[in-house]
Structures are given as C-alpha cells and as structure tokens.
C-alpha cells in the first residue's frame, strides 16, 4: 500500500532526524527511572473512530529504536477502526518503547487522520468514473507520510512536487504573456532538456479552455474554481480532447457535485490541510 515513490531510505533517514529532533543527548526522564535491561509490551489504543495509518511506519520506528522488537499488528493500515481498539502491540526494550512513543504517536495520528477523510471523500465518488487527487498542500518535510496517508485512505496522488510533473498555472500564464506562449515554451523546454513530463494546463474561464483546445499540446486541462454548470460546460467543450480536472474550494459536501459533472479527477488540497487527527495513546501493558 506504500506509493512506490516511498523509498526505505527516506523512512529510515526520517526516523533518524525526526528522533534526533526528540531525543539528542538521551531520553533522560527514562534512563533516570527504568533499568537499561528491562522490557516491556505496549498497545497502540485508538480512541476515535476513522481509518488507521501509519502501523507499517510504526513497526519501522520500533525496529529502529530496539532491532529485537516485536510487534503483534491487529488492524494493518487502510483498516477501520472503532473507538478503544487496540491497532498493535509492541514488545521491546522498554527505555526504545517510551523513545519511540511520541513519534510513533504523532506519525499516527496525522496519517490515520488523512486517510480517514481520504476515505470519506472516495466513498462519496465511489460509483462515479472519477478520481479524487491530493495536492502539494502538505507540511513540509513530511509530504511522503501525508501522500502515503492519502493513498491508504483511497484517494490517489497527484504530482509529488515540482519536480515530476509541468502545471502551468495563472502565475506562469500570466508572467509569460498567454497562455500560447506557456504551453510552446514548456514544450520546447521538455524537448530541450530530453524530459518525459505530464503537462496540466490551469483555465480560469471558457475563453481560456478554447485557447487551449487551440494550442494543444497538454496532457491535462484543471478548472480552477468553476461554478459547477459552467464546469459542465467547459467538460463538454473539451470532449475527451485532454485529461479534464476540477480544482478550488472541493470539500467533502460538494465533491460529488464536481465529480458528476464528468472530470475525470478532482483535486483537493482538504485531504491534507484539513484533515483533524485520531486520537489515540501507547501505553505498556505488561
């Protein structure tokens, strides 16, 4: 379930700055009170209702701390969860347990979050033939997590940042004179430096779409903040010609509205940015 961009060494070089962020010179509250040797098994409690996420980064965190961890999983990641639940538990050094905790908790509760109101917004698109997209609208340095949260959810992801994917927005239609002149110039850019690159046009009006269709030469076009009959039309007009997508204010109240216009993706910045936390606790249980 991990987007293929994951890779193992960006989990295990986040684990290691996040615990340096944490830990530095020692966990002194634990090394004062708890003998080095002892060990311990804690549970993972949920006390919320949503979708879990974050239990295989977790396990990852917990090996990190005490390579000889185990950890027992009883709802994997993507699972729905009920109020007082138990997600895992988790035997190791006892001093590596309470090191880990909070990031295990804060990691967590963030993902388990987006991919609860990941899921929301796909089950209300659910019958319809279109995809729900995240955005770049995450918090820096921790995009991966909330993109893998997103995917966990049921929702797909869109670029991972500037630079895997050409979106020519109102800022660069604008800066370079038209949006004639952007699309020519990212194509002559893309030739020029050999790269294979998915091109999203952003219109902001009809004019705009039927300057599109007559330059070509896009991948996708994005409706930024249409009004819902004249995001219709504007699918209409292009007739399959490119990849059509909605975009601006999308929420879960009015996702299936946009998506019954006939898009063929809508993206929400809301999976991220808007998403409340699970709440949810570690404690050691024996």
């Not at 830990?23 to 040797?37: N, Q, W």
Request: hydrophobic share 40%; net charge negative; aromatic share 8%.
């Amino acid at each position: 379930m991990r987007p293929e961009q994951i890779t193992n060494q960006q989990i295990q070089d986040f684990i290691k700055t996040a615990l340096y962020e944490d830990v530095r010179d020692g966990d002194h509250s634990s090394m004062a009170t708890i003998p080095a040797g002892n060990r311990s098994k804690a549970a993972l409690k949920v006390k919320d209702y949503g979708v879990i996420a974050g239990v295989e980064l977790a396990a990852e965190i917990f090996r990190h701390v005490d390579p000889e961890s185990n950890i027992t999983i009883h709802k994997p990641d993507g699972t729905d969860i009920l109020y007082g639940e138990i997600a895992f538990e988790v035997e190791g050094n006892t001093r590596a347990l309470l090191q880990a905790e909070r990031l295990v908790l804060n990691t967590m509760q963030r993902m388990s979050g987006i991919a609860t109101l990941s899921s929301r917004f796909a089950f209300e698109v659910g019958d319809l033939p279109v995809k729900v997209l995240d955005t770049r609208k995450t918090t820096p340095l921790i995009r991966f997590l909330e993109k893998w949260a997103v995917k966990i959810g049921g929702c797909e992801n869109y670029r991972w940042g500037l630079y895997d994917w050409i979106m020519i927005k109102d800022n660069h239609v604008d800066a370079s004179g038209g949006i004639k002149p952007a699309v020519e110039r990212a194509r002559a850019y893309l030739k020029e430096k050999n790269l294979d690159l998915n091109i999203t046009l952003e219109v902001r009006n009809l004019v705009e779409v039927h300057q599109a269709l007559e330059v070509g030469g896009i991948t996708r076009l994005m409706f930024d903040n249409f009004e819902i009959p004249i995001l219709a039309e504007a699918v209409a007009t292009v007739d399959k010609h490119f990849e059509t997508e909605a975009s601006g204010g999308i929420n879960l109240f009015n996702v299936r509205k946009y998506a019954q216009t006939g898009v063929n993706y809508v993206s929400a910045g809301a999976l991220t940015h808007s998403a409340q936390p699970l709440d949810m606790s570690l404690k050691i249980v024996g």
